[in-house]
């Protein structure tokens, strides 16, 4: 559990040396979908290449456990895409607010994941 929010489902995919693991929270009626995206060995997924370039669009950009992230939420769906100093990305998707969505990144272990990713 993450600040009560629950793991509902946990997946995990390999595809042309890139693997996406992806886990579902959920907590009174609401859900939040989290994926942690990544190559082989830590290498950064396109997507993650994308947002550290600037192409995805403009968004607001913010910081969550001193990594940068964007806010790309559009209309009632919040998105924030935290970029991972081991490369690769972990995005939080939802339909609840970005406030909460923000808390409930601040609180996810993503410094533990990324360290753990490190190439040492």
Same mark, same amino acid.
């Given at each position: 559990?993450?600040e009560?929010?629950k @793991? /509902?489902? &946990?997946d +995990?995919?390999k595809?042309? $040396?890139?693997t996406i693991? +992806?886990?579902?929270?959920e907590?009174?009626?609401?859900?939040? +979908?989290v994926? &942690?995206? !990544?190559? /082989?060995g830590?290498g950064? !997924?396109?997507? !993650?290449?994308?947002?550290?370039l $600037?192409?995805?669009?403009? $968004?607001?950009?913010l @910081?969550?456990q @001193? @990594?940068?992230a964007?806010?790309?939420?559009?209309?009632?769906?919040? +998105? &924030?895409i935290?970029?991972?100093?081991? $490369?690769?990305?972990?995005?939080?998707?939802s339909? %609840?607010?970005?406030?909460d969505?923000?808390?409930f990144?601040k609180?996810?272990?993503?410094a533990? %994941?990324d360290?753990?990713?490190?190439?040492?």
């Open positions: 559990t993450v009560g929010w @793991r /509902a489902s &946990l +995990e995919n595809a042309m $040396g890139m693991t +992806e886990a579902v929270y907590k009174n009626g609401s859900r939040i +979908e994926q &942690l995206m !990544g190559g /082989a830590g950064m !997924g396109s997507l !993650g290449m994308l947002a550290q $600037g192409m995805m669009g403009s $968004g607001k950009k @910081r969550i @001193r @990594r940068t964007m806010d790309m939420s559009q209309g009632s769906r919040s +998105e &924030l935290v970029n991972l100093k081991s $490369g690769g990305n972990i995005i939080f998707k339909k %609840i607010s970005i406030d969505v923000v808390s990144a609180a996810f272990p993503i533990k %994941i360290d753990a990713r490190v190439v040492k």
